[in-house]
Antibody, heavy 120, light 110 residues
Framework: QVQLVESGGGLVEPGGSLRLSCAAS????????MTWIRQAPGKGLQWVSY????????NYADSVRGRFTISRDDAKNSLYLQMNSLGADDTAVYYC??????????????WGQGTTVTVS | QSALTQPASVSGSPGQSITISCTGT?????????VSWYQQHPGKAPKLLIY???KSPSGISNRFSGSKSGNTASLTISGLQAEDEAEYYC??????????FGGGTKLTAL
């Protein structure tokens, strides 16, 4: 079935780095925009980044721009988020989500279960 | 960019209809018919309920409907059921080529 599975979360010290992965299955990964969304403990959802089909376009939330890098490997059906210079405000559950309809703004119709990043 | 504004909580009795509002600006909700709504139960991933203001993905109950007027989008849940108790988030495309979410609304089924 259509599925996204995140991994790579964990405990990291302030200023450290972490690389999240998202493994896709059950659909043609290369045909979809992908996004990262995060949710701090007890807080709401926050969009982090998107990457277009063929990695042609990316964009980031102001709070992570210059520190986070989104990438994808279509041969491996995988999405990544390289996170550098981490701070306490980056502590959150990180979800990968699929954009429907050939974009990232027509709704996010498939979500992973999330991976937890704790900066402390 | 500030989050879209949602009421912190709403409540209703089984069988009733409730509406959750989502207020943005002319740079997001007001300028694009690209509002989506998500349901999130505790400890679970969000689930897409509505996209492009009023369209429903397959498999979503027709009890959920969306609309928009000016800078405010709305989600209406009719025939409220106990299983609808969850957190609800709106999301809009914004002119900075980003997505902006609302702060979330906790729905309590009385």
């Amino acid at each position: 079935q259509v599925q996204l599975v995140e991994s790579g979360g964990g405990l990291v010290e302030p200023g450290g780095s972490l690389r999240l992965s998202c493994a896709a299955s059950g659909f043609t990964f290369r045909d979809y925009y992908m996004t990262w969304i995060r949710q701090a403990p007890g807080k709401g959802l926050q969009w982090v980044s998107y990457i277009s089909i063929s990695s042609s376009y990316t964009n980031y939330a102001d709070s992570v721009r210059g520190r986070f890098t989104i990438s994808r490997d279509d041969a491996k059906n995988s999405l990544y988020l390289q996170m550098n210079s981490l701070g306490a405000d980056d502590t959150a559950v990180y979800y990968c989500a699929r954009g429907r309809g050939g974009a990232y703004y027509y709704g996010l119709d498939v979500w992973g279960q999330g991976t937890t990043v704790t900066v402390s | 960019q500030s989050a879209l504004t949602q009421p912190a909580s709403v409540s209703g009795s089984p069988g009733q209809s409730i509406t959750i509002s989502c207020t943005g600006t002319s740079s997001d909700v007001g300028s694009y018919d690209l509002v989506s709504w998500y349901q999130q139960h505790p400890g679970k991933a969000p689930k897409l309920l509505i996209y492009e203001v009023s369209k429903s993905p397959s498999g979503i109950s027709n009890r959920f409907s969306g609309s928009k007027s000016g800078n405010t989008a709305s989600l209406t849940i009719s025939g409220l059921q106990a299983e609808d108790e969850a957190e609800y988030y709106c999301c809009s495309y914004a002119s900075s080529s980003s997505l902006i979410f609302g702060g979330g609304t906790k729905l309590t089924a009385l």
